[in-house]
């Protein structure tokens, strides 16, 4: 699978549901993968302040993340996420799922992800560097469930399954851990959105089981 961003910002909550989630699930993935580049936070900043899906419970977050972004220059937000999850060793917060599911990076929740991207013919682009537990990387395939053309794939089903394994067992607990350290500002307000994004996914396919 590709590693290209998702460019759009999702800006109305008269959008199309699906395509109003998976612009979230893209920009998630944007915002977490790196320093944000200089485009992406300007159309943060002009964003509006509406929520970008139907549902108050995300209008909170998201006006508090659009207020960051214009709080803050562009290197002020790159120094934060170096400080934050940067850095030559161990990172001041991890956002891969196996530190959190398992305390060590690189175990058994790697391979069952591996083993899954595989039965869904996904491949890590040989250009990114993480692992495929990385936060970021976990967004755009949950985008790729809901935006891809292969229905086999991108379908509800598959979208509740994979949510369920591989991102809801853990991703609070990373956000948490974002929200509560001191150096964090910017990646606080998107670790907010991120938490009450996953919440209401969580919602979501548990109303359809």
């Not at 398992?102 to 560097?129: I, K």
Request: aromatic letters at 10%; one cysteine or more; glycine letters at 6%.
């Amino acid at each position: 699978m590709g590693s290209d961003p998702v460019t759009s910002i999702p800006v109305s909550s008269a959008l199309d549901e699906e395509t109003a989630r998976a612009e979230i699930y893209g920009l998630l993935s944007q915002l977490f993968y790196a320093p944000p580049p200089p485009e992406l936070l300007e159309a943060l900043r002009v964003a509006a302040t509406e929520a970008p899906a139907a549902g108050g419970f995300l209008e909170e977050p998201w006006r508090e993340l659009v207020a960051s972004a214009r709080a803050l220059d562009d290197q002020a937000i790159a120094r934060e996420y170096d400080a934050l999850f940067g850095g030559v060793g161990k990172p001041e917060v991890y956002l891969f799922g196996s530190h959190y599911l398992s305390g060590f990076l690189n175990e058994r929740p790697l391979v069952r992800l591996r083993t899954e991207l595989a039965a869904l013919r996904l491949e890590r682009d040989d250009s990114m560097s993480d692992t495929e537990d990385h936060i970021a990387y976990l967004c755009e395939v949950m985008r790729y469930l809901i935006a891809g053309e292969d229905v086999a794939v991108a379908n509800l089903t598959r979208q509740s399954g994979f949510f369920a394994a591989h991102l809801q067992p853990w991703v609070t607990v990373m956000c948490d851990t974002i929200v509560a350290h001191p150096k964090a500002k910017f990646y606080a307000s998107l670790a907010a959105l991120t938490r009450a994004f996953a919440s209401v996914e969580a919602q979501g396919f548990d109303m359809l089981g």
